[in-house]
């Protein structure tokens, strides 16, 4: 069995300054783990990649690990038509290397809400982000251990919760217990245990949590996964 892990700087080893033992999917992987978390991960390029492997793999374990939902728009810098380099042969380990990013000011998201607001309007944001976890549940059996959770989101992100594009999506989502909603995010529980990131001095309480953080984010999870009855 494989455990694929997904998303950005707030779930990547490096970046956090961790071993993958101290990392908050730690309790959950199962087999060897398959790490496809980027710094600079869009939310659009892991969802691709956790949808590739869940048709391609579906006995194996997903985990993503939501990191910035705002800023970023998803790249792939291979050749164009007869200069693809990619061909029939290869796998989606040989793309990986062709996923990019064009970000905009990541850590200042407020501003690119402002700034950008035709590409980056939260109701827009929130539909495709939910969507997207719709679509992940209905790519997999019933059966299937996966799990979209969130690492940066502040609980009071607005949702637009009674919007015509959101509110079906929000209804639909209530029923699908392997999504763990902002409320339960990384930032918000390590903000309220006064747990700092190991970046506090270049980034503030928008760092990324090392090891300290990521047990308490992990042992939360699982919590939430063991009320939920969730895989057993």
Known sequence: ???????????????????PGEMWYAPFVQGDLVDRTRRGSSTDEAFLLMH??????????????????????????????????VREHSTIEDCLEFFSTQGFDDHNEDAVKIMHPDMFHHTLVWTRYLTQVILTASLLPPTSSWLV???????????????????????????????IDQQHSCFN????HGVRAVD??????????????????????KQIINERGLWN
């Open 189 to 192: 529980l390590c903000r309220d």
């Open 1 to 19: 069995m494989k455990t694929y892990v997904y998303g950005d700087s707030f779930s990547n080893t490096l970046e956090c300054k961790c071993e």
């Open 200 to 221: 506090w001095q270049e980034y503030g309480e928008h760092g990324h949590q090392g090891p300290e953080g990521q047990r308490l984010f992990g042992e939360h999870i």
């Open 52 to 85: 590739h492997d869940a048709i391609c793999d579906p006995g194996a374990r997903f985990l993503f690990g939501t990191g910035a939902m705002y800023s970023r728009l998803t790249t792939y810098t291979d050749g164009l038509y007869d200069k693809e380099t």
């Open 149 to 179: 959770v969130h690492m940066h989101c502040d609980r009071d992100e607005w949702q637009s919760p009674h919007h015509p594009m959101v509110k079906p999506l929000l209804q639909r989502i209530s029923g699908i217990p392997n999504y």
